[in-house]
C-alpha cells in the first residue's frame, strides 16, 4: 500500500487543521493505521492509532481530547483531526500502516509499521 500525507501548513496557536493520508494499492480497512510526528531534534513521537478493521483507537495520553483519528473507509483515508494547537505540536506528520492487527501497545512503536507517508509539516506560530 502506498501512503500520501497531505493537510499539513501554517496555523495560529488555538487554531485547527485536519491531515489527511491517502491510502492506495489496497484498502485501509486491512491495516492498522497510526500518525506519528516528528520535532527537529527529537524522535518520532506516536499521536494515534486505528486498529485494523475499526476494532478501536489509541492516542496520546498527552494530546488526547485534543486530536482524534477516523478513518473514511470510502475514500479509503484516514484523517487526525488537530484541534487547540499549541506551538509544541510543531512537527512533521507521518501516516504509517501496517497489515498486521497490531494490539494497543505495538500501536504506539514506530518499528510495527511497514508502510509509511512521505509527511506533511505542521508549524504552529502567530
Known amino acids: 500500500v502506498h501512503l500520501q500525507a497531505s493537510g499539513g501548513g501554517l496555523v495560529q496557536p488555538g487554531g485547527s487543521l485536519r491531515l489527511s493520508c491517502a491510502a492506495s494499492g489496497d484498502s485501509f480497512t486491512r491495516y492498522s493505521v497510526a500518525w506519528f510526528r516528528q520535532a527537529p531534534g527529537k524522535e518520532r513521537e506516536f499521536v494515534a492509532g486505528?486498529?485494523?478493521?475499526?476494532?478501536?483507537?489509541s492516542y496520546s495520553n498527552s494530546l488526547k481530547g485534543r486530536f482524534t483519528i477516523s478513518r473514511d473507509n470510502a475514500k479509503n483515508a484516514v484523517y487526525l483531526q488537530m484541534n487547540s494547537l499549541l506551538p509544541e505540536d510543531t512537527a512533521v506528520y507521518y501516516c504509517a500502516a501496517d497489515a498486521a492487527s497490531l494490539i494497543t501497545s505495538s500501536l504506539w512503536q514506530p518499528r510495527y509499521y511497514g508502510y509509511w507517508g512521505q509527511g506533511t509539516l505542521v508549524t504552529v506560530s502567530s
Open positions: 486505528l486498529k485494523r478493521s475499526n476494532s478501536g483507537t
